[in-house]
């Protein structure tokens, strides 16, 4: 070997010796070096040396300096063609981490964007729709207005009615104590202990005419009408006030008198003797009356008060008719019709 010495070159990068057929130049510098100091840039194609060139981030690949940039949102240098230009900031961004906008189609990094949460597409923060309740960005056209409130929220946040189909938010709606149907607080009877019920499922007061919770209303134990709570004694029993005043004498009201000659002969055939009428009064919708009837015998002999409850429209008494004496204590009841 000390015979070829002569024949050896002298690398310019290491100073390691070979024969030239094991030496090659580097394309960027020029410099003599043994082959494997050099190796073949990813991009040039050209042999470079291997301290020049730089290693992508992304991929792996090797080349030189120049063909190099940095994603903007992670830092992470990789070759041109690894990297994108976002069409939504003008940054630079590693193309494997591309987004594509379902609304305008715009591609950007990843973190630039926002998913649907109802169908999970892609898309930016100003494209889309926010719920008013969840706070979710959805596509346009998912949000639905809210009927009470007017929020535009998510499909799943309201509810239907079962009264008028009307949707809303689900705190805008009661359940009804009769059958469970969920509707919107205002469209249905609310019970004085704060229940609720469809208006299909109310009764109504036989006084007032207005319709009512079921569990507001009380048998009357004389005529056997159901009324409101409001309108019956709670002492002694559970009896039309209206009515129980005008046998005891303690009202003397004389409502409808036009009307007084017809409640007598249509119900005269009912009781037994000579009948007029006493005192009566208007329910507060105008459609029954509560009247009082003094009844006597054929003799005159027995003097008897009768109650009932009139319907204006049917020229009928409502449920029973009632006959009793008027004691010291009060009327007290002996016959029913």
Same mark, same amino acid.
């Given at each position: 070997m000390p015979a070829l010495k002569h024949l050896l070159e002298r690398s310019d990068i290491s100073g390691r010796m070979a024969l030239p057929e094991f030496m090659e130049k580097c394309a960027a510098t +020029?410099?003599?070096?043994?082959?494997?100091?050099?190796?073949?840039?990813?991009?040039?194609?050209?042999?470079?040396?291997?301290?020049?060139?730089?290693?992508? +981030?992304?991929?792996?690949?090797?080349?030189?300096?120049?063909?190099f940039q940095k994603c903007e949102f992670t830092g992470i240098e990789a070759l041109e063609d690894e990297l994108a230009t976002s069409q939504v900031s003008g940054k630079k961004y590693r193309a494997d981490r591309q987004q594509r906008s379902i609304v305008s189609g715009k591609t950007g990094y990843v973190d630039e964007f926002v998913v649907c949460s109802e169908t999970n597409h892609a898309l930016l923060p100003e494209e889309g729709e926010k719920c008013e309740v969840t706070g979710k960005v959805v596509v346009p056209g998912i949000l639905e207005r809210c009927e009470v409130s007017g929020k535009r929220v998510l499909p799943p946040e309201l509810e239907k009615s079962a009264a008028s189909g009307k949707k809303a938010l689900k705190q805008f709606f009661v359940p009804s104590s009769i059958s469970g149907a969920r509707f919107l607080e205002g469209e249905g009877i609310a019970s004085a202990a704060g229940k609720h019920c469809l208006?299909?499922?109310?009764?109504?007061?036989?006084?007032?005419?207005?319709?009512?919770?079921?569990?507001?209303?009380?048998?009357?134990?004389?005529?056997?009408?159901?009324?409101h709570f409001e309108y019956m004694t709670t002492n002694g029993g559970i009896r039309l006030e209206p009515l129980l005043n005008l046998l005891n004498g303690l009202r003397r009201k004389t409502d409808k008198q036009e009307l007084w000659a017809r409640v007598v002969d249509d119900v005269s055939r009912v009781l037994d003797g000579r009948s007029q009428i006493e005192s009566a009064l208007s329910s507060p919708g105008g459609d029954h009356m509560a009247v009082c009837l003094e009844t006597k015998s054929w003799l005159g002999l027995k003097t008897r008060q009768a109650g009932f409850l009139y319907s204006i429209r049917d020229r009928a008494a409502v449920g029973r008719i009632v006959l009793g004496k008027r004691e010291a204590e009060g009327w007290v009841l002996e016959k029913v019709f």
């Open positions: +020029g410099k003599r070096a043994l082959r494997d100091e050099l190796e073949e840039s990813a991009v040039s194609k050209q042999r470079i040396t291997k301290s020049l060139l730089k290693t992508s +981030g992304l991929t792996g690949k090797r080349a030189e300096s120049k063909y208006e299909k499922e109310a009764k109504v007061c036989a006084w007032s005419s207005r319709k009512c919770h079921p569990d507001d209303l009380r048998t009357c134990q004389l005529t056997r009408v159901a009324a």
